[in-house]
């Protein structure tokens, strides 16, 4: 009967991660790597990293770029800032990095954004507003491990 230490282990495992996900939700400006996280919850980053990839469907590196490029989108749809500016708010030290993951994330770069949508979400709910330009996650070698395709 060795199953309930096991199970014992896995809702362990999911309220560290529940902590991780929240901090990353709080803290997502700040500089946050997996080493650090994985820390924060007496977890190895690699076993933090295959948990939290099974559990939410996409890695702690991910989960914290989409939230980061959301938070980008509702400051961009304000239109008061510069892309410099909501870059380096958001947690990016290199503007470049941000452009290139933005336009990863949402399909045209942060400038195109802040034209398409400045003020759109001025009358909105923040909760609709975040459900509604959620950024779309396209495919990219750089936003996602290797996996292996289909087979040939």
């Known amino acids: 009967m060795g199953s309930r ?10 309220a560290r991660l529940r902590r991780v996900r929240d901090r ?12 650090s996280l994985a820390r924060g ?5 690699g076993h933090l990293s295959r948990e939290f990839r099974r559990t939410y469907g996409e ?3 991910s989960y ?15 239109g008061d800032l510069s892309v410099t500016d909501v870059s380096l708010t958001v947690g990016f030290s290199s503007l470049g ?5 933005f336009a990863e994330l949402v399909g045209v770069p942060p400038s ?7 003020g759109d979400s001025a009358e909105m ?13 396209t495919r990219s070698v750089r936003n996602e491990e290797a996996r292996p395709g289909p087979p040939q």
């Open 5 to 14: 230490p096991a199970a014992d282990q896995q809702l362990l495992d999911l």
């Open 24 to 35: 990353i939700d709080r803290e997502y400006a700040q500089p946050l790597d997996v080493e």
């Open 41 to 45: 919850v007496h977890m190895s980053a």
């Open 59 to 61: 890695s702690p590196y």
């Open 64 to 78: 914290l770029m989409t939230r980061r490029i959301e938070r980008a989108m509702a400051l961009l749809r304000r």
């Open 97 to 101: 990095t941000f452009s290139t993951r």
């Open 112 to 118: 195109t954004y802040r034209e398409q949508h400045s």
């Open 125 to 137: 709910p923040s909760c609709h507003a975040r459900q509604v330009t959620r950024p779309i996650r």
